[in-house]
């Protein structure tokens, strides 16, 4: 529709290095928020997302998978888990290289007092497909460089060789083993949701699936500083749709 559009055109899609000055800007002093903060915001409006995208189609008997890498995109994916338990998902976590800090140990241990179970290992196709509804992949978020270290190469190759209607991913921020400037430049998988977290990284220019913006807490002055015109969110809701084309899903 029109007034999308209109909205799609003042869109604004970040760099790596503004991305990470933004999250820097909002942890210093003029803005005061602290990691935990921004984590909890983005993992509850990651947790929201999906209850929105998906409803009942990753309900039981179906689980949710959320795979998590060793920053904050992974500490974002271990909020989100605890949320979606508060909202009736049956949830497993793979969480491989554990950060050994205490935000992320008491992460950790928050997930666990409801219910949700670790696993040892990345589950086979077979098991994925058969198990779960959805996998929420918040392995590598904004400031991922470089090459892709075990057991994260693996993963994202069974993630890549899986059907997207048998089994559909949802990326936080960025899907991983993407470029967060250039996109999908090694044909790794394209998940089927893509959550932007308060603004969305170039990465997200060329894709084309359900796209939506979590992460309601920017104050305005902070959005003139950035120049970032974002769309309004409707209602209390913690994302909005703001996918180029209407999701086929
Ligand atoms: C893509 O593959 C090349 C060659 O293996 C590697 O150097 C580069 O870091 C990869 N890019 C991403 C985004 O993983």
């Keep these: 529709n029109k007034e999308t559009h209109n909205r799609m055109n003042a869109l ?8 990470i000055r933004m999250d820097q800007l909002l942890m210093g002093q003029q803005y005061g928020f602290s990691v ?3 984590m909890e915001l983005a993992g509850l409006s990651v947790a929201a997302s999906v209850q929105k995208c998906y409803g009942s189609l990753a309900r039981s008997p179906k689980r949710v998978l959320a795979i998590c890498g060793p920053g904050n995109n992974g500490g974002d994916g271990l909020v989100a888990s605890r949320h979606l338990v508060h909202f009736g998902y049956a949830v497993d ?4 290289k554990r950060t050994d800090k ?8 928050q997930c666990q007092h409801v219910g949700i179970s670790f696993l040892d290992n990345m589950p086979a ?6 198990r779960y509804g959805l996998v929420i992949d918040s392995i590598f978020g904004y400031s991922f460089k470089g090459d892709i270290r075990a057991p994260f190469d693996s993963i994202i190759k069974t993630l890549t060789g899986l059907n997207s209607q048998s089994l559909p991913i949802a990326s936080v921020d960025i899907p991983s083993g993407w470029d967060v400037e250039q996109g999908n430049v090694n044909n790794t998988f394209t998940p089927s949701l ?15 699936g359900t796209h939506y913006l979590g992460g309601r807490f920017l104050p305005q002055s902070f959005l003139d500083e950035f120049q970032l015109n974002l769309p309004q969110y409707p209602g209390a809701e913690q994302c909005v749709d703001i996918s180029l084309q209407p999701s086929s899903s």
Excluded: H, R, W
């Excluded at 604004?12 to 991305?19: D, I, R, T």
């Excluded at 976590?93 to 491989?96: A, D, G, H, Q």
């Excluded at 205490?102 to 241990?109: E, F, Q």
């Design 125 to 130: 196709e077979s098991e994925l497909t058969s």
């Design 36 to 38: 935990d903060q921004l």
């Design 93 to 96: 976590v793979l969480y491989p």
């Design 194 to 208: 893509l959550i932007s977290l308060a603004a969305p990284k170039k990465c997200a220019e060329s894709f084309k």
């Design 102 to 109: 205490d935000l992320y140990k008491n992460l950790v241990l």
């Design 12 to 19: 604004k899609y970040m760099g790596q290095s503004e991305s």
